[in-house]
């Protein structure tokens, strides 16, 4: 667990930095208040790079051209993060998976090296893994020490590329009281979206199999799988599903099998009667996130 107490007492740049980057940052970003913050940037000539956690210098991008940009994308994920049930106090949680003790000064320019590491546990037993870090660039300006760019969500450790979640819901996100095994909407996050044809209850050699609804949900879900796990996904990466069923009737057996496949959250999903080929009972398509 990362040291909540500024490490740096005894070296009044470093301090500040710290003070800046980590105590005034995270509080001000649980809290959703940019105005905790604005201060602490350079305007001018502002920038940031996303590395989108990948290794490799050729998939990152200038995803924040301007400080403008850079705010309405970090007011965007406060509030996300304000509006979530945490298990635990929200500004101390991130705290504690946060560690700034490397930075490099030299006049009055410095590179700061800030990781997170770590887990927040949403009061539903959700778990949001934090595993990346950053290179802020910073300058002292009218003695003060401000942010003038930085390379952020790199892999941590370097060397690992860490697969950010895929999907999330939304804070907030509700339905009816009858509704079944899935999301009312998802927030997905994928640099790679992989869809597969509607699978059924048919083996290698065009057989089908299982003359009830449960034993034809099993073995399409299967089939699923098996197409997901080709593209190196499975159940947990899937957002979207489509499913057609041939009665109906036969609809909450299909759930009762169904939601014993997939984790929280659940996908979104669409359902709707219709004819299927040879004695089909079921045909389900799914869209997933990598």
Same mark, same amino acid.
């Given at each position: 667990?990362?040291?909540?107490?500024?490490?740096?007492?005894?070296?009044?740049?470093?301090?500040?930095?710290?003070?800046?980057?980590?105590?005034?940052?995270?509080? %001000?970003?649980? /809290?959703?208040?940019?105005?905790?913050?604005?201060?602490?940037?350079?305007?001018?000539?502002?920038?940031?790079?996303?590395?989108?956690?990948? /290794? /490799?210098?050729?998939?990152?991008?200038?995803?924040?051209?301007?400080?403008?940009?850079?705010?309405?994308?970090?007011?965007?994920?406060?509030?996300?993060?304000? /509006?979530?049930?945490?298990?635990?106090?929200?500004?101390?949680?991130?705290?504690?998976?946060?560690?700034?003790?490397?930075?490099?000064?030299? =006049?009055?320019?410095?590179?700061?090296?800030?990781?997170?590491?770590?887990?927040?546990?949403?009061?539903?037993?959700?778990?949001?893994?934090?595993?990346?870090?950053?290179?802020?660039?910073?300058?002292?300006?009218? =003695?003060s020490w401000k942010i003038s760019g930085f390379i952020g969500y790199l892999p941590y450790p370097m060397g690992t590329e860490e697969r950010a979640?895929?999907?999330?819901?939304?804070?907030?996100? %509700?339905?009816?009281?009858?509704? =079944?095994?899935?999301?009312?909407?998802?927030?997905?996050? %994928?640099?790679?979206?992989?869809?597969?044809?509607?699978?059924?209850?048919?083996?290698? =050699?065009?057989?089908?199999?299982?003359?009830?609804?449960?034993?034809?949900?099993?073995?399409?879900?299967?089939? #699923?799988?098996?197409?997901?796990?080709? %593209?190196? #996904?499975?159940?947990?990466?899937?957002?979207?599903?489509?499913?057609?069923?041939?009665?109906?009737?036969?609809?909450?057996?299909?759930?009762?099998?169904?939601?014993?496949?997939?984790?929280?959250?659940?996908?979104?999903?669409?359902?709707?009667?219709?004819?299927?080929?040879?004695?089909?009972?079921?045909?389900?398509?799914?869209?997933?996130?990598?």
């Amino acid at each position: 667990m990362a040291s909540t107490i500024n490490p740096f007492t005894g070296d009044a740049d470093r301090a500040e930095i710290w003070d800046m980057l980590v105590e005034r940052d995270l509080r %001000a970003f649980a /809290n959703a208040d940019w105005a905790m913050v604005e201060n602490d940037f350079v305007v001018e000539g502002f920038f940031g790079i996303d590395a989108q956690r990948k /290794n /490799n210098p050729d998939d990152w991008r200038i995803n924040f051209p301007s400080l403008e940009e850079y705010r309405n994308e970090w007011l965007r994920q406060a509030h996300d993060f304000k /509006n979530t049930a945490w298990k635990t106090d929200p500004v101390g949680g991130l705290m504690a998976l946060t560690t700034l003790h490397d930075i490099e000064i030299k =006049g009055t320019h410095g590179l700061v090296h800030k990781k997170f590491d770590g887990l927040m546990v949403h009061t539903s037993g959700q778990e949001d893994h934090l595993k990346w870090q950053t290179l802020y660039q910073v300058r002292k300006v009218s =003695g003060s020490w401000k942010i003038s760019g930085f390379i952020g969500y790199l892999p941590y450790p370097m060397g690992t590329e860490e697969r950010a979640v895929a999907k999330r819901k939304p804070a907030g996100a %509700a339905q009816h009281k009858t509704a =079944g095994p899935y999301s009312p909407v998802l927030e997905v996050n %994928a640099s790679k979206l992989i869809v597969i044809s509607g699978q059924a209850s048919i083996d290698p =050699g065009g057989i089908v199999i299982g003359d009830t609804i449960e034993e034809q949900t099993h073995y399409t879900l299967k089939n #699923c799988l098996a197409q997901l796990q080709s %593209a190196g #996904c499975d159940f947990s990466d899937v957002f979207k599903v489509n499913v057609y069923l041939t009665d109906l009737d036969e609809w909450p057996a299909f759930n009762e099998v169904y939601k014993t496949y997939f984790p929280e959250p659940m996908p979104v999903r669409a359902a709707v009667g219709t004819d299927l080929l040879m004695t089909l009972k079921v045909e389900i398509e799914m869209w997933a996130a990598k």
